[in-house]
Structures are given as structure tokens and as C-alpha cells.
């Protein structure tokens, strides 16, 4: 049998923002030394989204991947380290919870912390579920610290993110998808040619010049050009689970004592972020016009900022939904072109990071086989679909009716698989295994308590440790946790020396 290796030759990216960027330095990286050709279009006369600035742990992990160091990431795009979300009057005004990063807890006589401590508060114990993880421990001091692989400690467990300069971190990826090969034209696509067969063969831009290339990524932003526009995929609304459409954005001056995480506060008409950077501070708030004007959520935003505005407030649009196919022809939309989820918890880079870096696992030829698309479109409907539940979540098990926007959410539509995964954690605390979930068991319990969720009962294989050992674990761990954060530097303090180290 004669093997026909007949690899692509050319990559067309359309746009320049978050996911062009990320597309192109994960393509380039993967591709250098194949002389594959790549090229990326960005329009300019359509502005990026100019958002999306906090970051999850697989951040890290893409900038592990690229071999890029962190701190001359941290440098270049002024860079903070983020170890968790502080959710604020979310399941009821005046309460808050924490959502980190990393692990809560360690295992004990084999049983899942969670369960150890679920029994424990059952008895009356005083702890916060997330009053074990390391992560919560630093946030709450305004402490930070990398712990080192070889010097296992009890602050080992935890994980971090970054929040950065969206601005500056499309800068940095595009230096360095450049000086791996990718080439950059500033034009505006302004048709778009087919083959007969219907895959995408030429961009017409409004200069009278024209690229042509084998295959086309789309990341064109929320108009999705080329995958929804010429190739007529259809999208999944998700509106009816979601129906925020709207944010208001503003930047503000420094904060005087750098968090070392993001703040998402609960308010009448919907929620406000706030993200730390070395050199100002990034506001949103995210609302649904149904219950809020621009006027209103404007005012809103401009009265709870702490810092001085630098900036005009600015409206942003969106629908919530996915494509009905991230990968059709010769086509994969990577970023807002293939759908969008508020950035509750800031999955709208790894969604990013995702789609281009399982596409890269499994490049196609020039047969496009529907095979690998399919499987490629089953992995990325995972990962929305578990990203979606998550986030519905946080809003339907809120005990807020103080507004019409949040009582609308005790009716509001809970999608199935959310449905299942409640009625399971209800009995008896366990949560459903599902590999594609982005977010680990650890997450979703420290959310469901957060949010005031209680399972009707515990595990009974927990009943098979000493209590009182346990009782006495937990209680000698959580002293020893706070402890050791004490002894750390400052998030400030750690950016400032990273940024001095050779
Ligand atoms: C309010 C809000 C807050 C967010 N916060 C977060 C967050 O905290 N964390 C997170 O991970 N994600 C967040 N996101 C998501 C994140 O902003 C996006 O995923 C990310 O910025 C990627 O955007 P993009 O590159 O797909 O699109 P865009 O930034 O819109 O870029 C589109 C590009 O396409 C080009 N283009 C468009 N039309 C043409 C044309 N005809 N010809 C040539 N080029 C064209 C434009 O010039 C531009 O370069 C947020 C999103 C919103 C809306």
C-alpha cells in the first residue's frame, strides 16, 4: 500500500486580536522548519475587542507550551498573577465565597478531602470548604508565591493565572509568531471566494490585493466572516440560559494594594469585575438590556470604581452561544467567531487556547477528512458545554429576589446536564465524572458552597477513618496554612522582584 502524505502547504488567519494571535504563535510553533506557509490578515479598520485580561491556570500552561518565559511575559504585558475569583454578594448581599486555583485539600485514607470535610461541617465544624486551599490562603493576605516542584510544601498544591494587558499580550504573540516565519498584512477582507465544493479559496481585501491558502482560521471576532457569514454555519443560542448582552468597560488607575486575583460582585441588574494589572486596573460591568440601560449600567460602573476613570466607559455587545460547528470545510473558527460565554470565569482565552491547540493535534491533509472534523467539533462542544454549566450555575442556585433581574433567574431555563449534576451533588455530595469538564471537582464544590448548596448527606465509606483524627487534621492544616502564608513577600513585592531577577 503506497502512503500518500500530501500536507497542507498554507494557513490563512483572518484577524488580529486575542485568538488571530494565539492561532499564529501556536501554528507557527508547531510548523516551523516544515515550510508551511502562514499568513494573518488584520483589518485596519476594525478595532479588536480591546478586553479579555484575566486568565485560568492553562494560561501557563500555553506559555509553557510556546517556550515563553513567564516573566518576560509578565514584563511586557505589565502582568499580575491571579490564584482565584472572590465572588461577592452572589448567593446572598453581604456574603462572599472564593473559587481558586489548584487543589483544596489532600486526600485522606484514600477518600476525597471534600467528603472528609463535608462529614466535619455536618458535625458542626467551623471551616470554609476553601479555607484548605493555599490559593485562598495567599488572596486573602495579598500574598504570592510560586511554590518550588523540588521543596514540597503545604502551599504546593496551589496554581496560578495571569491577568494581563490584552492589548500588550497580542503585541507580544504576534513578535513572536513573526520571528518564527508568520506574515502580517494589514487589510480588510472584503470578499470572500469558493471553490465549487464550497471550501474557501481566495479573501478579496478592499485594496484590490488577495491572499489565497489551503486552509482558513477565522477569528474575525463576533462577526465570524468567514465560518458563519460565507460558510453559513448556523449558531446554538444560548440566550435562554444566559441572557446577559451586554458589558460596559472602563479602566481605572492602579490599585494601592495589588490583588492577586479577580473581583466579581453581584449588583441589581447583573455583575462587575475588577482586574488588577501592574499599571491599572481593568472594570467591567455585564448586564442584560432587558433590565439595565447603558445610561444605568454606565453610572453603575462609574459610582463603584475605587480608582480614578483613565478612560471613557465603552458598550460591548454579544450573544451567548456556539457555533453549530467550530471546523467545517477548510474552515475553524478559533475565538468570538465561534461563540461566546461571559467571562464569569475568564474561559474566553482557553476557549481560545483549546480550540487551536486540539486542532493542532490533529492536523488535517488535503483529504479534510469529515472524520477528524467531527471528532475535533465533539471535543470543542465539550469543553462549551461543560463551560456553560458551570457558569449557569453560579447564577441559579443564588438566593438573591432583591430585583427583578434576580428573580428572574429562580425561573429561568437549567440546561439538563446541569440538572443531573445538582440532583447528584444534592444526595450525597458527589459530582459526576466527566473528563472534558474543564474544571476539576475541586471547582465546582467550591462554587456549589460558595453558593449554599448542600448535599442531604456524605459519603459512607468516610465513616471507615478515625473522626477525631481527621477533626484534628483539619484543624492542625489550617493553622499551619495561614502560618506559612504570613512568611511570604507581597503580590506587589513578588512581581517586583521577579521582574529584578536575571
Ligand atoms: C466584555 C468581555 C469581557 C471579556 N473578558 C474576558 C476575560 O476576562 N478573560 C477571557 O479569557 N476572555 C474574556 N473575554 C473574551 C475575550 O475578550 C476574547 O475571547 C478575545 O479577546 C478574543 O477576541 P477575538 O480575537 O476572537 O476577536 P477580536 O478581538 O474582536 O478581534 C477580531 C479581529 O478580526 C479583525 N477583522 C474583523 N473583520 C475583518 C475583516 N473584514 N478583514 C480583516 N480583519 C477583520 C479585526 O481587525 C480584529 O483584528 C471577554 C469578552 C468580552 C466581550
Same mark, same amino acid.
Given at each position: 500500500m503506497s502512503i500518500k502524505h500530501r500536507p497542507l502547504k498554507s494557513y490563512v488567519i483572518v484577524g488580529g486580536g486575542t485568538a488571530g494571535w494565539v492561532s499564529a504563535a501556536v501554528l507557527s510553533h508547531v510548523l516551523q522548519n516544515t515550510g508551511v506557509s502562514i499568513t494573518l490578515v488584520e483589518s485596519p479598520d476594525v478595532p479588536t475587542?480591546?478586553?479579555?485580561e484575566a486568565t485560568i491556570p492553562s494560561f501557563i500552561d500555553l506559555l509553557s507550551f510556546l517556550n515563553i518565559s513567564q516573566k518576560d511575559f509578565i514584563a511586557k504585558t505589565n502582568a499580575t498573577f491571579k490564584l482565584a475569583i472572590k465572588f461577592v454578594d452572589?448567593? %446572598?448581599?453581604?456574603q462572599h465565597y472564593w473559587h481558586p486555583f489548584g487543589k483544596i485539600g489532600s486526600k485522606v485514607d484514600g477518600k476525597e478531602f471534600y467528603q472528609h470535610w463535608l462529614k466535619n461541617h455536618i458535625h458542626g465544624g467551623k471551616f470554609e470548604y476553601t479555607d484548605f486551599s493555599p490559593a485562598v490562603a495567599m488572596a486573602k493576605e495579598n500574598r504570592f508565591f510560586i511554590p518550588d516542584p523540588k521543596k514540597p510544601s503545604n502551599l504546593s498544591n496551589s496554581a496560578h493565572a495571569l491577568h494581563f494587558d490584552a492589548g500588550l499580550a497580542a503585541k507580544f504573540l504576534a513578535e513572536y509568531a513573526q520571528a518564527k516565519g508568520v506574515k502580517c498584512i494589514k487589510a480588510h477582507v472584503e470578499r470572500v471566494e469558493q471553490h465549487e465544493n464550497g471550501n474557501i479559496k481566495t479573501l478579496h481585501f478592499k485594496d484590490g490585493q488577495e491572499v489565497s491558502g489551503d486552509f482558513f482560521i477565522d477569528?474575525?471576532? %463576533?462577526?465570524?466572516?468567514?465560518?458563519?457569514?460565507?460558510?453559513?454555519v448556523g449558531f446554538v443560542d444560548w440566550q435562554h440560559y444566559l441572557p446577559v448582552n451586554s458589558a460596559v468597560v472602563m479602566q481605572t488607575e492602579k490599585m494601592s494594594i495589588l490583588a492577586p486575583y479577580t473581583e466579581s460582585t453581584a449588583h441589581d441588574n447583573g455583575w462587575r469585575w475588577r482586574i488588577p494589572l501592574q499599571n491599572r486596573t481593568g472594570n467591567g460591568f455585564v448586564f442584560s438590556q432587558d433590565f439595565c440601560s447603558d445610561q444605568q449600567a454606565i453610572d453603575l460602573l462609574s459610582s463603584q470604581v475605587t480608582e480614578k476613570a483613565i478612560n471613557e466607559p465603552r458598550i460591548i455587545r454579544f450573544t451567548t452561544g456556539k457555533m453549530k460547528?467550530?471546523?467545517?470545510k477548510n474552515c475553524l473558527a478559533v475565538g468570538l467567531s465561534s461563540g461566546f460565554l461571559e467571562p464569569l470565569e475568564s474561559t474566553g482565552i482557553h476557549l481560545i487556547m483549546k480550540g487551536i491547540l486540539n486542532f493542532v493535534q490533529m492536523l488535517p491533509d488535503e483529504n479534510l477528512a469529515d472524520v477528524t472534523q467531527n471528532e475535533y467539533n465533539r471535543l470543542m462542544d465539550a469543553e462549551y458545554d461543560s463551560i456553560r454549566d458551570f457558569i449557569v450555575l453560579h447564577y441559579c442556585t443564588s438566593k438573591r429576589d432583591d430585583s427583578p433581574f434576580w428573580k428572574m433567574w429562580q425561573h429561568i431555563a437549567i440546561p439538563e446536564s446541569l440538572q443531573n449534576k445538582l440532583a447528584l451533588f444534592k444526595s450525597q455530595g458527589r459530582l459526576m465524572k466527566n473528563?472534558?469538564?474543564?474544571?476539576?471537582s475541586d471547582s465546582w464544590y467550591a462554587v456549589l458552597e460558595g453558593m449554599g448548596v448542600k448535599p442531604n448527606s456524605y459519603d459512607?465509606?468516610?465513616?471507615?477513618?478515625n473522626f477525631e483524627l481527621i477533626q484534628n487534621i483539619l484543624k492542625e492544616s489550617e493553622v499551619a496554612l495561614k502560618r506559612n502564608v504570613q512568611q511570604l513577600m507581597s503580590h506587589e513585592d513578588y512581581i517586583t522582584r521577579i521582574l529584578a531577577s536575571t
Open positions: 475587542v480591546g478586553v479579555g452572589w448567593f %446572598q448581599q453581604g477569528c474575525s471576532g %463576533q462577526r465570524s466572516l468567514l465560518l458563519k457569514k460565507s460558510l453559513r460547528k467550530f471546523w467545517h473528563d472534558l469538564d474543564l474544571f476539576a459512607p465509606t468516610v465513616d471507615a477513618s
